[in-house]
């Protein structure tokens, strides 16, 4: 008798408290407009992905605060794909299933974008997925599928710029050898050989996992001294890079080293340490808040959101935190144009004709061929100096 | 140019790694020696010494030689309770269930390793400087030496340890003639114990060691691991001089490997190494006194 009612009390009180969760009470004359979020919250990227996390809830606070969307607040129902192919799979066609949910946001990797791109392509629900895209999915023309980071087109270009500025005439590519970081090698080959950049892809490649590069390096140290390389591009992301630079450093190869927006942020200087200084790379606006033009249109952006999230986590703006804000500001903006009759296909269409937004990378501008909304030009250089980041500019290359 | 040029290079490079594998490997000798229990968790003790290093110098704000020390210490008090908590419970089970029961463990000290100090990887300051010693045309870091220098005084102390003690002659006698060590009146378990607390320690001097030159992550153990453990089976699985000689022949030959074929292939190297190994000699380069050599 006694389990029974103690049974009974703690299921009112997971209902109620339930209940409480999902509607707050200052909002409760509207239902909300709820958000499928698909992250790897456990796994290698954990910590960088809790700062999506956290970022998108002081946003979608701040949005409830305003008011919501119309009157309708923003809910965001969390799930954690640790990392793995198939629960992110399992919990994008959860989101589609749900009939509630109106668009998903992540996953965060690229190894697990192309599956999620199925479902949301398959089921009719968009997916803002939070990594560049790259060539193989950008082939598939998928009408439901948006991503909102830099991607590789944009990047390579942004180098060539940074390779035609400081005068490098040969460069040697030490690709990765996963999928973005190769397309990243080719369209800086290609876009490179159209500038009068002589550009050398490098057969060595690095995995991710690698945590020494002194075996590929020895074996090109003769061909940077016998070719006379001005420069190394390591197109490569994560713990790859600061390695590559520590080993290059090591071995006596004293070339200037160009890196991918990849190796704008902190922990990779402090993995590098020394080695990092002088690094040279394109890289998204939030890396750099105080020290954007003063005429950037997106600086009071970063620098509010910056402030907000070192009050709130004690931890400044970076590219990833400024991706997560701008992925909920594109769903409000969105939102806000569907009038107030949201559905899945109003919203996706509304996200498509997104034109002119301006968030923490830049100004975004979605269209029927183009699901990737940045622009070279939102894009900033960057060197690594006295352990900080610092923006360089170049007369004629921005 | 030719592949012969740069071998040298490969070389050196191959020696540092090669020691870290020994050291490895020792562990799992160690262990191995005292209880025929593989420990497969000898590669999480190597991420724990960086990763407590590195959490005690950074947040902790400890001066470096204390923050190493400190870090050992630790690592030894959880080989102590890896041998209470999950070995010694199960200790009249097989030694599948002992080696499943160690794999376990080992999930559960990098997961909780991931959880507590997070899951970016983490580099260590350097002992003495970047600045790369020239050599008559190899390039040396000076972490190199200290890894190379303090793998020899380990192994000067884990000498005198089984050669010279008591201690380490009645660890010695459990692992060859249980029973007698029993009537002798040596506590085997006592001495798994022992065995386990020597090696994380050495564990987790290697990954002092080491995260100086290559990172540290909460998931880097398990490679760790299991290189450390196919230099002991290449060299002769139970021979302390064993796990040495095929630490340093697996680091240089997986090094070397680079200079002929590309260096996706890099890690597959020692996997194959260690089939072929199995195939054709499998007690080792110096003879394993564990396999009977008649069988084969």
Redesign the interface.
Same mark, same amino acid.
């Given at each position: 008798m006694k389990g029974k009612k103690a049974i009974i009390l703690w299921i009112s009180f997971l209902i109620l408290s339930s209940i409480s969760w999902a509607t707050p009470a200052y909002l409760a004359e509207k239902s909300p407009y709820k958000i499928g979020v698909n992250l790897e919250l456990?796994?290698?990227?954990?910590?960088?992905t809790k700062t999506v996390k956290r970022t998108m809830v002081m946003e979608v606070e701040k949005i409830n605060a305003m008011g919501g969307v119309d009157g309708h607040p923003l809910d965001l129902v969390i799930e954690d794909n640790g990392f793995d192919l198939g629960r992110a799979a399992a919990n994008m066609t959860k989101f589609a299933r749900n009939k509630e949910i109106v668009a998903v946001v992540g996953p965060f990797e690229d190894n697990l974008q192309a599956t999620t791109r199925a479902i949301a392509e398959r089921e009719g629900i968009t997916d803002i997925i939070i990594c560049p895209s790259n060539p193989m999915v950008r082939g598939l023309k998928q009408r439901w599928s948006f991503n909102i980071a830099q991607n590789d087109i944009i990047v390579s270009q942004k180098l060539v710029d940074l390779c035609l500025a400081r005068g490098y005439k040969k460069v040697l590519v030490f690709p990765g050898?996963w999928p973005l970081a190769l397309s990243l090698a080719e369209y800086f080959k290609r876009f490179g050989e159209e500038k009068g950049i002589e550009v050398i892809i490098s057969?060595?490649?690095?995995?991710p996992?690698?945590?020494?590069m !002194?075996?590929?390096l020895?074996?090109l140290?003769?061909v940077i001294e016998?070719e006379k390389v001005d420069a190394l591009y390591a197109s490569t992301g994560?713990?790859p890079g600061?390695?590559i630079c520590k080993n290059m450093? !090591?071995?006596?190869i004293k070339i200037p080293i160009i890196g991918t927006h990849a190796f704008g942020f902190n922990?990779i200087i402090?993995?590098?340490?020394?080695?990092m200084e002088g690094v040279e790379f394109g890289a998204g606006k939030p890396v750099v808040p105080y020290q954007l033009d003063k005429d950037d249109p997106v600086r009071p952006i970063v620098i509010d959101f910056d402030k907000r999230m070192r009050e709130r986590y004690g931890m400044g703006a970076d590219q990833i935190a400024g991706h997560a804000h701008d992925t909920i500001w594109l769903i409000y903006d969105a939102l806000k144009r569907c009038h107030g009759k949201v559905t899945r296909a109003k919203f996706r269409d509304a996200l498509e004709n997104t034109k002119g937004l301006k968030s923490c990378h830049g100004i975004y501008n979605y269209s029927p061929t183009d699901h990737d909304g940045l622009a070279k030009r939102d894009m900033v250089f960057i060197r690594i100096q006295g352990q900080r980041f610092m923006r360089i500019k170049f007369p004629g290359f921005e | 140019?030719t592949p012969w040029?740069?071998i040298p290079?490969?070389i050196s490079?191959g020696i540092t790694?090669g020691a870290i594998y020994a050291l490895v490997g020792l562990g799992f000798v160690t262990i191995a020696r005292a209880s025929q229990i593989i420990n497969f968790a000898q590669g999480e003790f190597v991420m724990l010494g960086g990763v407590i290093t590195f959490f005690l110098l950074k947040r902790g704000g400890l001066p470096y030689p204390l923050a190493a020390l400190v870090a050992v210490i630790s690592v030894v008090i959880i080989g102590f309770l890896l041998h209470i908590l999950v070995v010694y419970p199960l200790r009249k089970a097989s030694i599948p269930i002992l080696l499943m029961a160690t794999l376990g463990a080992s999930i559960f000290l990098s997961s909780t390793s991931?959880l507590t100090f997070?899951?970016?990887?983490?580099?260590l300051?350097p002992f003495s400087g970047?600045q790369?010693l020239?050599i008559g045309g190899i390039?040396i870091?000076p972490q190199s030496l200290w890894v190379l220098g303090a793998t020899f005084l380990l192994l000067v102390f884990l000498y005198l340890l089984s050669h010279r003690t008591l201690l380490g002659k009645a660890m010695e006698a459990s692992s060859t003639d249980p029973l007698g060590a029993d009537l002798l009146g040596i506590s085997r378990n006592l001495m798994v114990f022992l065995a386990f607390g020597v090696s994380a320690g050495m564990g987790a001097i290697a990954g002092i060691l080491i995260t100086p030159?290559?990172?540290t992550?909460y998931?880097?153990g398990t490679?760790l691991g299991l290189k450390g453990f196919i230099a002991a089976v290449l060299g002769g699985w139970g021979k302390n001089s064993g796990a040495i000689l095929g630490g340093f022949v697996l680091g240089a030959v997986e090094?070397l490997s680079?200079?002929f074929i590309?260096?996706?292939y890099?890690?597959a190297v020692a996997f194959v190494i260690l089939l072929l190994i199995l195939y054709f000699r499998p007690k080792g380069i110096l003879g394993s006194p564990y396999i009977d050599s008649r069988r084969w």
């Open positions: 456990t796994g290698p990227w954990a910590e960088v050898n057969k060595e490649t690095h995995k996992t690698d945590i020494d !002194t075996p590929q020895i074996k140290k003769p016998s994560g713990p600061p390695i450093r !090591t071995l006596g922990f402090a993995l590098g340490g020394e080695a | 140019m040029a740069y290079q490969l490079a790694i991931g997070g899951t970016l990887p983490k580099a300051p970047n790369s020239q390039f870091v030159i290559f990172y992550s998931n880097a490679m090094s680079v200079a590309p260096s996706g890099k890690d």
